[in-house]
């Protein structure tokens, strides 16, 4: 079954500096992996998705995240943070079953420090 | 504007009485899903409709009460709630609920108070 694991549920950053957010996944076959945002009083919104096309992805508002089979990881990264990107940061697998739906992680509290 | 609008935002109902949350796309799209968003929870899918057709019911209470009457429109009546339901409840749509990488497109929520 697939699964995803957001290690760490809040990080802090300064202005300026490099965003990571983890995202490990389990899967038995090659999975669909996603990072979607929400930011306050807001849905989610899709910032990028890997579909074996190429193993790094870019998304909007300069994010972009590498997948890495070795490691089962889909990281999320971004060079310089801006105040703007405090939001929660949610890593999610597509279930490979006849359903497809997607199985979200527990969610990342980014926190952007001036 | 995501294409998926939810109304109302924002609702305060007691545990007796009866109201509906209502989501529209104007995507296209031929699936629609319920979400729930609690606080130190991840998301739960609640239910699946592709083409107007109940595809998945996760063991939502029968309290939570969908109704899809045409593909562009889902609605979640609510009747005798608990406090443990309130909560944020968000819509989604995608082409269709079965396509493999298939990327959903989220509303912003109807945020639920149960008093």
């Known amino acids: 079954a697939q699964s995803v694991t957001q290690l760490g549920s809040h990080v802090s950053v300064s202005e300026g500096a490099l965003v990571l957010l983890r995202c490990n996944y389990s899967?038995?076959?090659?999975?669909?992996l996603f990072w979607y945002v929400q930011y306050p009083n807001q849905g989610l919104q899709l910032l990028l998705k890997y579909t074996s096309a190429a193993t790094l992805v870019k998304g909007i508002n300069g994010f972009e995240a590498e997948f890495k089979k070795s490691e089962t990881s889909f990281h999320l990264t971004k060079p310089s943070a801006h105040m703007s990107d405090a939001a929660e940061y949610f890593c999610?697998?597509?279930?490979?079953?006849?359903?497809?739906?997607?199985?979200f992680g527990s969610g990342t509290r980014l926190l952007v420090r001036p | 504007e995501t294409g998926v609008t939810q109304t109302p935002r924002h609702l305060v109902m007691g545990m007796t009485n009866k109201k509906s949350l209502k989501c529209e796309q104007h995507l296209g799209h031929n699936a629609m899903y319920w979400y729930k968003q609690s606080a130190k929870k991840p998301l739960e899918l609640m239910f699946v409709?592709?083409?107007?057709?109940?595809?998945e019911n996760n063991s939502v209470p029968s309290r939570f009460s969908p109704e899809c009457p045409n593909s562009s429109h889902l609605f979640l009546h609510l009747h005798t709630l608990q406090p443990e339901d309130s909560a944020l409840y968000l819509c989604?749509?995608?082409?269709?609920?079965?396509?493999?990488?298939?990327?959903?497109?989220f509303g912003e929520g109807s945020w639920l108070t149960v008093v």
């Open positions: 899967s038995s076959v090659p999975p669909y």
């Open positions: 409709y592709s083409l107007e057709e109940r595809v």
């Open positions: 989604a749509s995608s082409q269709d609920n079965r396509a493999l990488g298939n990327t959903i497109y």
């Open positions: 999610a697998v597509s279930r490979m079953d006849s359903s497809y739906k997607l199985i």
